[in-house]
C-alpha cells in the first residue's frame, strides 16, 4: 500500500528515498515542491529524473483529504468539514483576526475520552486517532481552498480531541509543518492546548511550541466535576507542571477558563483563579460556555462575563475575553460535524448558516 505522503517528516521521506537507492538531498526537493511551490504531481517535478518521477506514485499517496462542507460565518470565521472514510468526519476552524494573523484550529483526534461534562466532543467518545498525515491536511486542505494570497500563520491544536493523547502524530505534524524546506510555520506560532495530561506536558517544551491548559475550575472539587481527568492528575500537579514549563521555555502559559453559569463565573472564582495561577508566567482567556443541547450547563449573562473579567482586571492579571465566533456555523467543538452525520434537529434553533457550494 502506497504511504501517505503528508504524514511523512522530511527525515522520514529522507529514510524511504535513501532506501530506494536515491541521494539523501532528493527528499528536499521532493518536499519543497509540495509544500513551497504546491506541486502535488509527481510528474511535474522536472528536476527529478522521468523514471524516478513515475515511480514516485506508486510509493506515495498524494492524496489530499476530502473537503465535504466550508461554512462561512457572517464575522469572518471559516468552518471546513473533512470526509477522512469510514464515515467518519473532522472539523477545521479558520480564524481570522484583526492584526495579520490567521489561526487555524486543528483536531487531533475523532471524538474524545477525556470526558469534560462541558464539551459536546466528549459526548462522542474516542472513535479514532488522526494520523500525522490527516493533521497536515487539514491545513492544506484549507489552505489551498481559501488560497494564497491568505496564509495561515497560526495553529491552535483546540479542535476536537485532546493532542496530548495522540502525541506522536500531533508532534510529527508540527515537525513537518514547522521544516524551514516545507510550509516554514514558526514553532512560536503553534500552541497545544491539553485538558491536563500532566505526564505529557513536558512534550511541548521539548518541541519548543507553545502550551495553553484548559483549567476551567478554581478549585479541585469544581475541577473534578467538570473534567474528570483531574481526578487522575489533579490540579497541584498540573500547576506545578505548568510552572515547570514556563520556567524552562521563558514562556507564558495559556489557561484557558470556560465561564459555566453558576459553576465557574462567580467572583470568588476569579480571585481563587488569580490566586491559583499568581505565581505562573500566564496570561488567561476566558471563555462564555457556547451552548448545546442537553449539555446541562448554561452561559452566564453577558454582565456577569464582564464582571467576571474586570474583577481579573483589576487583580492585575493578563486576560482576554474571547469572543464566541462562528455561531451561525455551528463552530462550538464537535457540532458541524454532528449536523452532519444525523442530528440536523439539534440545530433547528439556531440562525440559517451561509453555506458555501463546493
Ligand atoms: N482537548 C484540548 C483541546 C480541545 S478543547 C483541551 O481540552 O484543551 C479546546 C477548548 O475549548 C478547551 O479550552 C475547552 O475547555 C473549550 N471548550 C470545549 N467545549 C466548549 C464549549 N461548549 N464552550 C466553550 N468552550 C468549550
Redesign the pocket.
Known sequence: MAIPFYGLTLDQLRGHLVGLGKEKFRASQVFKWVYQQRVTDFSQMTNLSKSFRESLPEIFDMNPLKLSQHLKSEDGTEKFLFDIGDGKTVETVLIPSSDERLTLCVS?EVG?N?A?R????AKQKLQRRLTSGEIVGQFMGVQDAIGMKRRISNIV???????LDNPDAVFDSIEILTSELGVNLSRKKVTV????LVPQIPLVAKNRVRL???L?ASTNEIRDHVMPINKKYPMNQLLDECRRYAFETKDKVTF?Y?LLKGVTDRIEDAIRLKNITQDIPCKINI??????PN?GFERPSDETVLKFQKKLMDLGVHVLLRK?MGRDIYA???QLRSKFEGHPERFRAQRPSKEMAL
Do not use: L, Q, R
Request: aromatic residues 12%.
Open positions: 487531533s474524545c477525556m469534560c462541558f464539551c459536546f466532543t491544536f483546540m479542535g476536537m480531541g485532546e493532542p492546548s491539553t485538558s491536563g495553553a491548559v484548559s476551567n484557558e470556560v471563555i462564555p460556555f457556547n451552548e448545546h449539555s464566541t462550538a467543538c464537535g
